[in-house]
């Protein structure tokens, strides 16, 4: 022991442990400082009890000696800071060239283990750039996997580890499945074992033992969690498709089976799964299913999310029947029972369906707007902003169409409730610059058309009076109050509550003028005594394709009367335009094919009982504005 370090013993202000840890620390060695991090001994001043360190942060920074002792590490020559501290360049170099040998050096020198964040720390900025470091990890980080030698987690917040000696990439990989409690976590851990599976030398060994276990959880979660078993078989045929060794330990599960056995539950699991394994499914449905596979399909495809009705319609097209995806989808169109995530999708898609792309899928998007106009947060707001935002696609669908039919729409955007009067004007002028002739529909030439009675049945009647009476006898008073009280709060400018209540009121305000104009224009009717002699408002058509000769029937109803699903449609409505004022026998035409009226007759009588007048109902004290 040097004898001035003896003396500061001697004299108290060092102990004889804090002696032995200061001579590691002398002059020119480097260290580590749990707060200041790395530095460099430059000085020792054992007169004032004190040695000097340069730490990144602190230069010249002075240290009582004993505190010095308890606190800093010294650092050895091979430790990675030391050597990029000495020698910088031959550390780029280094890292450059042998990038499996630079992270091994970090994580000794972290004893052993070390997360992406903590290796990254100590080479960016001097080693790498930012983006530097991101390509090269990348590569890296493939390289210790195939290396063997290291454990590299999917997680980033887990460290990466040098193995135990003896202990090899594959036998980690079935440990932690073996370790796996959770489906998830054994699903994960099997795909690794998949990803990797060229890694293990005598896979019938290895890997054998785990095929009983996969197939046993998937067995027990098939009826509470199909999902689930659906991934695991899925996860094991693809471990038996590389690994040829490998043999099923249960016979009849398989994919088909389960496919089989869960097909009425399809439409809830498919969601569920990874969109790779959804695929995996659809496109093993004409094998599976056989010649019911096209009808299931296009059940899954009428009530799916976006994704899968793609995915649908492209195993369509891959087994060679676009044809049948066509059809469906123009009937749907037609009768107006196409959902809002096939209609969203059918309009980012459109240029592979170019010919559905008409003034009726205007009509159905409409149609599928009204009948979720109060879901605000649900699918129908997706396909309310691809009308409205798309700037191109109702140019598109009035290209090639009649003039007719753009006025008769034009008509009904003016009279929806769907849209504020900015919006309107939006989509009208979009239609106009396909027939600059029909301008003087917005600038109010033809303001009397606009306001042409709406035929409605009293009970479609009485719903909307039901609904303008809750709007201004409970929900504007319930507003009021709530913006009265969200005042009451003070300091509007950072008040939620009340900016929140604000806007309800601009929404049911906007709501209110558009129910008094819809109850002023409506005229209630019960569909009595109807001319069958024609096709008029309150019959029931039945139409045969000319082609194919299928029949369909429909029953054109008011202009609040819609309902695809049992054929109920609105004489507003492209087709029941198409069809009002034809007689029995003539031959119409409805989206480019052509149809017979086989027969005309009336439809039940509106039983609902006249409350009041619409234009009483129109004359409803109109509520106070807050």
């Known amino acids: 022991m040097e004898l001035n ?68 590490t010294s650092l050895p020559p091979e430790h990675f800071l030391v050597r990029k501290a000495s020698d910088l360049m031959s550390i780029k170099t280094f890292a450059r060239q042998e990038p499996i040998a630079v992270v091994r050096n970090i994580l000794e020198s972290l004893g052993g283990y070390a997360t992406v964040g903590q ?62 409690r959770q489906p998830k976590e054994q699903i994960a851990a099997l795909e690794q074992i998949i990803k990797f599976h060229q890694q293990f030398k005598d896979p019938e060994k290895q890997l054998q033992p785990i095929v009983a276990p996969i197939e046993n959880v998937a067995a027990r979660n098939q009826k509470i969690h199909p999902e689930l078993a659906f991934e695991l078989i899925i996860a094991r045929a693809d471990l038996l498709e590389r690994v040829s060794q490998l043999h099923t330990t249960h016979i009849g599960l398989t994919l088909s089976k389960l496919i089989l056995d869960e097909e009425k539950r399809l439409m809830s699991i498919l969601p569920k799964l990874p969109a790779a394994k959804e695929k995996r499914v659809l496109q093993a449905l004409p094998t599976v299913l056989g010649p019911r596979w096209t009808e299931r399909a296009l059940q899954l495809m009428q009530g799916s999310h976006g994704r899968m009705i793609a995915q649908i319609a492209r195993v369509f097209s891959e087994v060679g029947q676009h044809a049948e995806v066509k059809t469906m989808l123009e009937r749907s169109i037609r009768e107006h029972s196409a959902t809002s995530e096939m209609l969203v999708w059918l309009c980012n ?122 709007l201004v006898k409970t929900k504007i008073p319930e507003n009021t109050k709530e913006i009265a009280i969200a005042r009451s709060y003070g300091d509007l400018s950072e008040n939620f509550e009340f900016k929140a209540a604000k806007q309800m009121q601009s929404v049911l305000m906007r709501r209110k003028v558009e129910l008094e104009q819809m109850l002023h224009n409506a005229r209630g009717t019960s ?58 026998g003539e031959v119409v035409s409805l989206n480019t094919a052509q149809f017979a009226i086989v027969s005309i007759e009336a439809a039940p009588p509106d039983e609902t009982e006249q409350a009041s007048t619409p234009s009483k109902a129109a004359a409803i004290e109109p509520a106070i504005a807050e």
């Open 119 to 180: 290796i990254s720390e100590w080479l960016i900025g001097d080693v790498f750039t930012e983006a530097e470091w991101k390509r090269w990890w990348e590569s890296t980080k493939k390289s210790l996997k195939a290396s063997g030698a290291f454990s590299v987690p999917a997680k980033k917040t887990e460290s990466v580890q040098l193995r135990r000696e003896g202990v090899s990439h594959t036998d980690e990989l079935v440990a932690a499945f073996n370790k796996a």
């Open 5 to 72: 370090l003896k003396k500061l013993v001697e004299s108290g202000k060092l102990s004889a442990k804090g002696a032995e840890q200061l001579e590691k620390l002398k002059p020119g060695t480097f260290c580590l400082h749990k707060s200041w991090g790395f530095g460099r001994v430059t000085e020792w001043n054992l007169l004032l009890n004190q040695i000097v360190i340069d730490f990144a942060g602190k230069k010249s920074h002075p240290m009582q000696v004993q505190y010095a002792a308890e606190n800093l």
């Open 527 to 584: 569909f009595e005594k109807v001319d069958t002699s024609r096709v008029s408002i309150g019959t029931v058509v039945t139409l045969r394709d000319s082609d194919s000769n299928k029949e369909e029937t429909y029953t054109i109803l008011g202009a609040w009367d819609g309902d695809p699903d049992r054929h109920i449609i609105s004489y507003q409505t492209a087709i029941g335009q198409a069809l009002l004022g034809h007689k029995l």
């Open 349 to 470: 898609e459109r240029e592979r369906w170019r010919e559905l792309i008409n003034p009726e899928l205007l009509g159905a998007i409409l149609a599928a707007l009204e009948r979720e106009q109060h879901n605000v947060t649900g699918r129908g707001s997706k396909l309310h902003r691809a009308l409205v935002e798309d700037r191109q696609l109702v140019g598109e669908m009035f290209a090639d169409g009649d003039i007719g039919v753009a006025r008769d729409t034009m008509r009904r955007l003016q009279l929806s409730p769907l849209f504020d009067e900015l919006t309107k004007r939006s989509l009208l002028g979009r239609i106009v610059k396909v027939y600059p002739e029909l301008e003087s529909r917005i600038t109010g030439a033809e303001t009397q058309e606009k306001t042409a009675p709406l035929i409605v049945s009293w009970s479609s009647l009485e719903k909307r009076k039901a609904e303008y009476e809750g």
